[in-house]
């Protein structure tokens, strides 16, 4: 199944210059979703890890799905101020923006391996906060599964170079 014709873009969203992919294309079609998380969970098998790690929001969709198809426990990563318990916070630098991630501090135990998973890495400023998280919660990034990868932006190259485990399922330009 050629999952790209699944994806919108959306030119100057959210601001000019952005070429935004939009995943709600791909999860309102149940055969392309399907499809998507059976490749996330291919390639999960590839990695040893304890948890299953999201990033709000788009991320949540994906990494839940195979979460309970590995039947791994699911660690949210979500905006500053949506956790209600004691977290680990994360400043970070968008494509477009500032922004912060938070983790509750009792989501992650000690050497616990966490494979990251998110909709899309574009310059790899959120994937980097994720890492950041998981090490200050004393865990290991097992590696990053990404459904789009900007791969223009280096995103994934940063990783890379980080020494993680990075793969995506599908590659396009981020402008």
Request: glycine share 6%.
């Amino acid at each position: 199944m050629d999952l790209k014709k699944y994806i919108r873009s959306i030119p100057d969203y959210p601001k000019k210059g952005i070429l935004f992919r939009d995943i709600t294309t791909l999860i309102k079609d149940p055969d392309a979703f399907n499809s998507t998380i059976e490749k996330i969970k291919e390639i999960a098998q590839k990695v040893e890890f304890d948890k299953i790690s999201a990033i709000e929001s788009r991320g949540f969709i994906f990494a839940s799905a195979v979460s309970y198809l590995s039947k791994k426990p699911l660690v949210l990563l979500r905006k500053k101020n949506k956790l209600p318990a004691e977290r680990h916070s994360v400043d970070f630098t968008l494509e477009y923006g500032e922004a912060t991630i938070e983790v509750h501090k009792d989501s992650i135990s000690k050497n616990e391996k966490i494979l990251i998973v998110d909709d899309l890495i574009a310059t790899g400023g959120t994937a980097d906060a994720a890492a950041k998280l998981v090490e200050m919660s004393g865990g290991k990034v097992a590696g990053f599964i990404f459904v789009i990868n900007l791969f223009d932006l280096d995103g994934e190259k940063t990783l890379r170079d980080k020494g993680y485990f990075v793969e995506s399922i599908m590659k396009f330009p981020g402008h």
